[in-house]
């Protein structure tokens, strides 16, 4: 019952437990990774899903995955990565349910200029 009431005023204690997990994990990389996994979690804590904590959990704790894996791995991280760490991102976070701020306003441009084209169309 305490763990109800207190979870409506501070948010998934489950959640944050996930989260600290996802910490010590990142913590327990090498430098490199370590320094990528802050780089990246900066990233998509920004412009990944705001309005879903599920998500997001579920997005840190797979990054937190992939990048243990490649590390035990020995994969240089560019392989990881590629050229163009901001397309890499773009396209870890298509994975994932969720909007964010720009994804809605993405969504909106892409409404609005299908129904502006449609009255083009129409000749009005």
Not at 1 to 18: D, H, N, P, R, T
Not at 68 to 90: M, N, Y
Not at 112 to 118: T, V
Request: negative net charge; aromatic residues 8%.
């Amino acid at each position: 019952m305490a763990a109800k009431w207190l979870e409506a005023i501070v948010g998934s204690l489950e959640g944050k437990k996930q989260y600290k997990e996802y910490r010590a994990r990142v913590k327990a990389l090498p430098e490199g990774y370590r320094e990528a996994a802050g780089a990246l979690e900066r990233y998509l804590l920004n412009l990944g899903p705001s309005d879903n904590s599920d998500s997001l959990i579920a997005m840190l704790t797979d990054l937190a995955d992939l990048l243990e894996q490649h590390a035990a791995a020995g994969t240089p991280l560019r392989d990881v990565v590629g050229t163009d760490p901001v397309d890499f991102a773009e396209t870890f976070m298509q994975n994932y349910g969720g909007g964010s701020w720009i994804r809605k306003e993405q969504s909106k441009l892409t409404t609005a200029i299908d129904a502006a084209e449609r009255l083009d169309q129409k000749g009005i």
